[in-house]
């Protein structure tokens, strides 16, 4: 079974471009959670979805970041203009209803020259 | 006030001896679950333990188990027979209102860096 999938794996650009970050969660899975993750403040949630409604986006640092779920199959997270603050793993994440654990990707290792 | 606290940034352990990683949690909900994630150099999360407030035993899944204490708010997590390819950041998480219908987000620790010598 394909498990949550993100794109890019690696992105390198320089201050002041955007920056948009895919994922495609597991089939069925109704949350999608994007998390941001630097060895200063560690993991964070940034935004999570369900059922493609953003629930919560209070972890979202400032306006030059939003993130969209136009299907139950696809979630974008765009930061623009980026900054160098900005290079951190960036993960989404995808669970069932209620109970269980958060399946995550690989994660989008971006930095920001 | 943390949500989820685990003191200790770094650990050892001799190959094939047991280990715990502590982490304690603060959280007024009366159900919740907590979970343990490992991240190996690699970079990815994977799943390792799950226990929910109301379990009355303790969750194990192979070598891994989860020494829960609810009064003392404490859900450690235990390695037994520890291997070289246990070596990674081990992150404990909560995820409360399980029992609301309205899951919340995972809320995560700091991390313990584990490394296991041969």
């Known amino acids: 079974d394909a498990g949550v999938i993100q794109s890019p794996r690696h992105e390198v650009t320089e201050m002041g471009q955007e920056v948009t970050l895919r994922c495609k969660p597991i089939?069925?899975?109704?949350?999608l959670f994007w998390y941001r993750q630097t060895m200063m403040r560690g993991l964070e949630l940034l935004i999570y979805f369900n059922n493609n409604v953003p629930i919560d986006d209070s972890g979202m640092p400032e306006d030059r970041f939003s993130a969209k779920m136009p299907n139950a199959s696809f979630s974008t997270l765009k930061i623009q203009p980026s900054e160098p603050r900005d290079s951190a793993v960036y993960f989404c994440?995808?669970?069932?209803?209620?109970?269980?654990?958060?399946?995550f990707g690989e994660g989008s290792r971006l930095t920001v020259l | 006030a943390q949500k989820i606290t685990q003191t200790q940034p770094g650990m050892f352990v001799q190959e094939k001896e047991a280990v715990t990683l502590d982490c304690t949690y603060d959280t007024s909900d009366q159900s919740y679950g907590l979970f343990w994630y490992k991240q190996p150099s690699s970079g990815e999360m994977i799943f390792l333990i799950y226990?929910?407030?109301?379990?009355?035993q303790n969750a194990t899944e192979g070598r891994y188990s989860l020494n829960f204490q609810k009064a003392r708010k404490s859900a450690n997590l235990v390695i037994s027979a520890s291997q070289l390819g246990d070596s990674a950041m081990y992150f404990c998480?909560?995820?409360?209102?399980?029992?609301?219908?309205?899951?919340?987000?995972?809320?995560f620790g700091s991390g313990t860096q584990l490394t296991v010598l041969p």
């Open positions: 226990q929910g407030s109301y379990d009355e």
């Open positions: 089939s069925g899975h109704d949350y």
């Open positions: 998480a909560m995820r409360e209102g399980i029992s609301s219908g309205s899951a919340r987000q995972l809320t």
């Open positions: 994440a995808s669970s069932l209803k209620i109970v269980g654990e958060l399946f």
